[in-house]
Nanobody
């Protein structure tokens, strides 16, 4: 079955860190850009970060810039999202998706989507 699987979510205190993983199952991640999205309760989904297929290009939402770092290990078909200095407003379900390129995310449905992992930032 061709799918993306996220892991690494959980409960963390404000100021803490988590590393999310997005692993490909049934296909290779090498040719895809990977985007991370999040959706908080009662809010619309927002883009968090994207990394190109080679890993040479990355971008971030202003709300996470300087705190989150996206990276990838194509040998392991896995993309990571390192989240530091977490805030309560980072609480959301985080989902990854595969795209041909980061530049098409706004108008492309995505080739593959994961089911998401919950991140809760609370005391």
């Amino acid at each position: 079955q061709l799918q993306l699987v996220e892991s690494g979510g959980g409960l963390v205190q404000p100021g803490g860190s988590l590393r999310l993983s997005c692993a490909a199952s049934g296909f290779t991640l090498d040719y895809y850009a990977i985007g991370w999205f999040r959706q908080a309760p009662g809010k619309e989904r927002e883009g968090v970060s994207c990394i190109s297929s080679s890993g040479s290009v990355t971008n971030y939402a202003d709300s996470v810039k300087g705190r989150f770092t996206i990276s990838r290990d194509n040998a392991k078909s896995t993309v990571y999202l390192q989240m530091n200095s977490l805030k309560p407003e980072d609480t959301a379900v985080y989902t990854c998706a595969a795209y041909p390129r980061c530049t098409v995310i706004a108008h492309h449905p995505g080739n593959y989507w994961g089911k998401g992992t919950l991140v809760t930032v609370s005391v």
